[in-house]
């Protein structure tokens, strides 16, 4: 047993200057202090985010989430077993005790939870990714680059959110990251070039915003003109995070695209086009997040991974919802969706039995904690999502590079 001997938690800043939890674990023989990341681009399903409402930051303030830690959680963790995760997570939900974890907010419980997972880590001398996937843990994943933005995330005129390119040609963490970064400069000169200086600026992610830009299809032509510059012709495939739900109208059902509106069946042909024409080979969340019908139809229609992150949440309930209709073939996983470690590792277990992928994601609002990277590896998940450029982004790729570069032993996946 490590003995769990003080909860304690802050509020700090995350990447957009908005504030969120650090939430502190100290047991007996270790520690563990974990950031909690905050999305823009939200699913309706997720766990609540806790925020103060009042006068402070435009209402975005965390003290209330932060003395729910303190004054309610941390009493009823003192003393506990930092090893048995499942059992601290049961109580935080059972202590909450809405579905929605609305009551004590699902920040801070998220907070609290990754704080137990790392001190428990910290407090048995492994690495975070080797606590987590024990003797398994051993593939690093392929990162997904999200080189142009759009949607909530970027002020550019696209309204699909990212526009990736995914080095499966790499054949390791190294190679991929130094090769995505080579297209990276280059697309900048590139659009610097086309559409001007003010195109390399770059959104909440690092990727970059060009304003004049407003077809998905330039945003590839524009990508795959920079990866042939770099000689990587055949290194590279394009994905996308189109992140529909954020132009779909409920009213009439249709989706607002290119100065258009396209209805389900314009949007699927949209796809089957983008598909054949690119070599696209991951869309997520291609549909409103309602639609398990329609992912359902596009997954049998397309044969490329279709994701789903607002469809899910990172959700166990939902993902069953998925696997008995046929909707999507991955799960996107992001841990404050659902609130708790052990629901994110439930999560990622039942898509794996249900031969979905698994891509472990960060969130547009980070710091430059690093849990991220290590969950990745230590699910063996094979992919992961954490943006481009800024250090909150950068350093989970300085984590990727340190775990590759301490354990070579590991492998990398063959394409995804
Ligand atoms: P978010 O967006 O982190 O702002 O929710 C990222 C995504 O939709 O994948
Ligand atoms: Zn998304």
């Not at 280059?186 to 077809?215: C, K, M, Q, W």
């Not at 495939?237 to 290119?258: C, I, K, N, Q, R």
């Not at 389900?264 to 991951?282: A, G, Q």
């Not at 696997?323 to 404050?336: E, I, S, Y």
Request: charged share 25%; proline share 3%.
């Amino acid at each position: 047993m490590v003995e769990i001997r003080r909860v304690d938690a802050r509020e700090i800043l995350d990447c957009r200057l908005e504030p969120t939890l650090r939430v502190t674990v100290e047991t007996e023989s270790g520690s563990g202090r974990a950031d909690v990341p905050c999305g823009r681009s939200r699913g309706e399903h997720e766990a609540v985010d806790l925020r103060d409402g009042d006068d402070r930051y435009d209402g975005l303030g965390v003290r209330t989430a932060v003395s729910n830690v303190t004054d309610t959680i941390a009493p009823a963790l003192t003393g506990r077993d930092a090893l048995e995760q499942r059992a601290i997570d049961r109580t935080l939900i059972d202590l909450d005790g809405t579905a929605d974890k609305s009551a004590l907010g699902g920040n801070a419980l998220t907070g609290v939870s990754l704080a137990v997972l790392k001190a428990a880590a910290d407090s048995v001398d492994l690495p975070l990714y080797r606590y987590i996937g024990g003797a398994d843990a051993g593939v690093l994943p392929i990162p997904f680059f999200d080189l142009i933005e759009g949607g909530e995330l970027a002020s550019s005129g696209l309204a699909f959110q990212e526009h990736q390119v995914v080095p499966v040609g790499a054949d390791s963490v190294t190679e991929a990251v130094r090769m995505s970064a080579e297209v990276y400069y280059e697309l900048g000169d590139l659009l610097a070039e086309r559409h001007g200086e003010a195109s390399r600026n770059v959104g909440f992610e690092g990727g970059y915003t060009p304003i004049d830009v407003t077809d998905p299809r330039d945003a590839f032509e524009l990508e795959l003109a920079a990866i042939e510059e770099c000689g990587y012709d055949d290194e590279f495939v394009l994905a996308a995070d189109v992140a529909a739900s954020h132009f779909y109208d409920e009213a009439t059902g249709t989706y607002g695209l290119m100065d258009r509106r396209f209805d389900r069946d314009e949007l699927l042909d949209f796809y089957e086009e983008l598909t054949s024409t690119y070599p696209v080979v991951s869309l997520e969340d291609p549909l409103d997040q309602a639609d398990f019908d329609g992912f359902a139809e596009l997954t049998e229609r397309l044969d490329i991974q279709i994701i789903g992150d607002d469809l899910f949440v990172t959700n166990p309930e939902r993902l069953r919802t998925g696997f008995d209709r046929g909707a999507a073939n991955a799960l996107l996983l992001k841990v404050n969706q659902v609130g708790t470690v052990s629901e994110a590792l439930d999560a990622a277990a039942a898509a794996h039995r249900h031969g979905y992928a698994v891509q472990v994601s960060e969130r547009s609002g980070q710091t430059a904690d690093t849990w991220l990277a290590d969950l990745a590896v230590g699910l063996n998940a094979g992919q992961i999502k954490t943006g481009v450029s800024r250090s909150e982004r950068t350093e989970q790729y300085n984590r990727l590079l340190e775990i590759e570069a301490a354990h070579g032993a590991i492998s990398f996946p063959d394409g995804l």
